[in-house]
């Protein structure tokens, strides 16, 4: 096994390599129907496949008009009909909204604007600014619309539909696998007798979903054995593209993580970060029979740490294998003192005001605590060697929201 060196890796460094190993690793480009694209990736350009418009285009309900009024009235065009041409001045067609403007129109005269005498003719007055859309004014045929590496939205979804595609060129779907390991864990009723309740299996699952992976229920906890845990990671990585296991990240008595690895020949990406809380993480890469690699991610069994290990080396990875570009920090005003880890970057829990500007640490803060997760948005970061002051423009880094909930 390659990569053992345990000296923490500094915190940007250690996002900066998760990335570039699933980048690496993405896979193939593969079609998907527009209905099933939401939430994937483009893997290709979007690029018109005609002129949008492809045909001039009304705006209004109306009159198409040619030469000078009153005009005599020959016909009508509505939407989806392919108009004939204007040849006769002083005659006119009604028009509806999104109805193709016949060849040979002078100008469009809305409905409300216009008024028709005994005999039938129209008169009015067009608008300065021309009421249809011209071919090729939101979009010339073959122009970039979205670069590949676009996460896929239903705006996405719709702007493909009106070029005429149906279906899309997407980044395949990380499948996840998540591994509780510890005896002491109980998966059901209240803590207590020594043993706590697992907090991480329940929670995990949801937290990749949202960075875009098909992920199952978490399994275990696995049995403190290293035979254990060497079937429960192998059968784990046979079904998924990463696994993301709980706890034994250490050389405890009990942590057998890392002998795990070993056996299973896998190459540490990053072997300890230099981040608090959460330093004992790791990312490691697993031949697979394939000759693709998994990824196997070790958070801290300490629930904050652990969550913390997820944003800083899982988000990357699987950016990286969605074509995505690397997730970038906003930068925020802190309303009071957040102080450093000397060495270390320190990430402090935070909770964002209304508009998203300034930043206020929570309480409830420890590695084994989730109170004050629950209450925040994401995480302050304190670069090592510095403090950060009320006031100070500092980074920060997200936590992965539901579209619509917290700001």
Not at 122 to 140: C, Q
Not at 229 to 250: E, K
Not at 347 to 373: F, I, K, N, Q
């Amino acid at each position: 096994m390659s990569g053992d060196d345990t000296t923490p890796v500094d915190w940007q460094k250690a996002r900066e390599l998760a990335y570039e190993a699933g980048r690496a690793a993405a896979g193939a480009a593969e079609p998907v129907a527009l209905p099933d694209a939401d939430g994937r990736t483009l893997a290709e350009p979007l690029r018109a496949l005609t002129d949008l418009p492809a045909f001039p285009t009304s705006s209004i309900d109306g009159w198409a008009v040619r030469g000078p009024q009153p005009w005599r009235p020959v016909g009508r065009v509505l939407a989806g009909g392919v108009a004939p041409p204007l040849t006769d001045p002083g005659t006119c067609v009604e028009i509806a909204t999104g109805a193709m403007v016949p060849p040979g129109a002078d100008a469009l005269v809305r409905v409300e604007e216009s008024t028709r005498d005994g005999d039938g003719r129209v008169s009015g007055t067009s608008r300065e600014i021309p009421d249809w859309r011209l071919p090729g004014e939101e979009a010339s045929k073959g122009e970039e619309l979205l670069p590949a590496g676009t996460a896929i939205d239903p705006a996405v979804i719709g702007v493909a539909a009106t070029c005429g595609y149906e279906s899309l060129a997407v980044y395949p779907r990380p499948r996840a696998g998540v591994l509780v390991f510890g005896d002491e864990l109980l998966t059901a009723g209240a803590p207590g007798a020594g043993r706590v309740r697992d907090s991480l299996g329940p929670q995990v699952p949801g937290w990749l979903r949202r960075y875009g992976t098909t992920t199952a229920a978490a399994v275990g906890p696995v049995q403190d054995t290293l035979e254990a845990h060497i079937s429960a990671v192998r059968g784990a990585l046979a079904d998924a593209d990463l696994v993301c296991t709980t706890g034994g990240t250490m050389h405890g008595p009990v942590d057998h993580l890392h002998p795990t690895l070993a056996e299973l020949d896998a190459d540490y990406i990053v072997n300890t970060v230099a981040v608090r809380p959460g330093f004992p993480m790791l990312l490691a890469r697993v031949p697979g029979p394939d000759g693709r690699p998994r990824f196997l991610a070790g958070l801290p069994g300490n629930p904050q740490s652990a969550v913390i290990a997820l944003i800083t080396l899982v988000a990357p990875l699987l950016a990286g294998l969605q074509g995505r570009p690397a997730p970038a920090l906003s930068r925020v005003e802190t309303t009071t003192k957040v102080p450093g880890r000397g060495g270390f970057t320190h990430l402090a829990l935070a909770r964002l005001d209304h508009d998203g500007r300034s930043a206020t640490p929570v309480g409830h803060v420890g590695s084994a605590m989730l109170r004050g997760l629950s209450n925040a948005h994401g995480f302050v970061v304190v670069r090592p060697g510095t403090e950060a002051a009320a006031g100070d423009l500092v980074p920060f880094l997200p936590l992965p929201l539901v579209t619509g909930e917290r700001p």
